[in-house]
């Protein structure tokens, strides 16, 4: 992946804000200046990781055959248009996260497969989408944006901090990255140049600069441009009427004089529309070039998220993955449907020859295969083309493989965007199938 520098045109400026611009074809807003000899870049390779805690159902997480004729278990239908693009990988592992065999041990270190220290102390490893942002964050306004669904759980659970079943993005061994589990204020850092709150809408805020661009760009990126802000917009009007109801996952009550902290019991939260805002808010940092790395945590491990949305409220999320229910399966489902959201949203934007989930790689997984604490093999789904890098459509086993830490495709994932590092984790060699 090139790096790109910053250019003027590649942003529209206001009063407090910048917003930066889609790919488009008639601007060089990557940076480059097109020649006859040399035309502009590409769009940039970026990485997502989505993070759902506690694993799947046992019996329905599986895939066989190839691109659009693949079988898939019950828990990813949801993904069964993007077949073709799917690599479905089986059999990678995390040495160290079968030493606690518990939740927090298991969770800490995925991005990093580094040792954790137990008693309480708070020590892994930086985490790839860190060490990313290290190499390429200068490129982009955002270095990473770290999102989450369920706020951090500071206890200690085990002889293990529950803080690493909370973060799966390290910026230091020391440091958990912070979460943002507040859909306003991450759609403040892509947009705004300070994170708080305001009246102004961001477009508003760059109404004038948008005017002055659309006489210097095509008649199929005018469209484009309309397009784009007006998903900007249906974004924040999405946030502010959640802010209105007082959704309690990520949401403070806006009422001037609650009369309790919570609904009471039977009163359901809208995770539903929390998990959406976020997708919404990744897809539009991908879009914008705002930034080129993202983890979405969509709960923690030891989840205690409810679901009243899918008519399952008798049990949090934890205690449901113990056991192989219809609900669990449901509840899998839902978590599965996001990322077939992020994925088709990604897919409709076209960049160039390619679209933005043809230059991404998605990756989706947990701490554990199920509910169980079965770590013994991690679950794993890639989606995306990494801008033309990886080809999907396919199954990849490792279980019988003696190499086959889940770092090595932490390094081949690094590869395609052109960090080759001598080892990452407990892995040496990157997966070469990837």
């Not at 769009?43 to 997480?61: C, D, I, L, Q, T």
């Not at 784009?228 to 974004?235: A, F, K, N, P, T």
């Not at 539903?272 to 990744?282: K, N, P």
Request: include cysteine.
């Amino acid at each position: 992946m090139s790096t790109h520098k910053f250019s003027r045109r590649t942003f529209l400026r206001g009063v407090g804000v910048t917003m930066a611009l889609p790919w488009m074809e008639s601007l060089t807003v990557w940076g480059d200046t097109p020649t006859v000899a040399k035309p502009a870049s590409e769009a940039p390779v970026r990485v997502a990781v989505v993070f759902a805690g506690n694993g799947f159902h046992s019996k329905e997480w599986w895939a066989r055959g190839e691109r659009k004729q693949m079988e898939l278990g019950k828990v990813l239908t949801p993904l069964t248009d993007f077949r073709d693009k799917m690599l479905f990988i089986r059999g990678l592992y995390n040495e160290e996260a079968l030493k606690g065999n518990i939740h927090s041990s298991q969770t800490g270190n995925l991005l990093s497969g580094a040792p954790l220290a137990p008693g309480g102390e708070i020590r892994s490893g930086t985490s790839i989408d860190q060490l990313l942002a290290q190499r390429y964050g200068h490129s982009t306004k955002v270095p990473s944006l770290v999102l989450g669904c369920e706020k951090s759980n500071p206890a200690v659970h085990k002889n293990y901090s529950m803080l690493y079943s909370s973060h799966i993005s390290w910026t230091s061994p020391t440091t958990p990255t912070p979460l943002e589990i507040y859909p306003a204020l991450a759609f403040d850092r892509l947009f705004k140049d300070e994170v708080k709150r305001g009246d102004r809408s961001v477009l508003d805020a760059v109404l004038n600069d948008a005017k002055d661009l659309r006489r210097h760009i095509s008649v199929n990126d005018q469209r484009k441009l309309d397009e784009y802000l007006d998903s900007v917009r249906d974004v924040e009007q999405r946030i502010e009427n959640a802010g209105r109801k007082g959704e309690l996952q990520g949401w403070r009550p806006t009422l001037t004089q609650p009369n309790i902290p919570r609904p009471a019991d039977g009163i359901p939260q809208d995770v539903a529309e929390h998990m959406r805002l976020m997708c919404d808010i990744m897809v539009l940092g991908f879009q914008t070039d705002t930034t080129r790395i993202c983890t979405l945590k969509l709960n923690n491990d030891h989840s205690s998220l409810r679901f009243p949305n899918l008519g399952v409220d008798y049990m949090i999320h934890h205690l449901l993955s113990h056991s192989d229910t219809a609900d669990w399966l449901k509840v899998n489902q839902f978590f599965l449907e996001q990322v077939a959201y992020i994925a088709r949203k990604l897919d409709a934007i076209q960049e160039g020859p390619r679209t933005a989930l043809g230059n991404t790689m998605l990756l989706f997984c947990s701490s554990m295969l199920t509910g169980n604490h079965d770590a013994s093999q991690l679950p794993v789904v890639m989606l995306g083309g990494a801008g033309g890098r990886i080809k999907g459509g396919r199954v990849l086993d490792y279980k019988e493989k003696p190499e086959r830490q889940m770092c090595r495709l932490y390094l081949s994932m690094m590869e395609k965007m052109n960090v080759r590092l001598p080892k990452f984790g407990d892995a040496s060699m990157p997966l070469e199938e990837v």
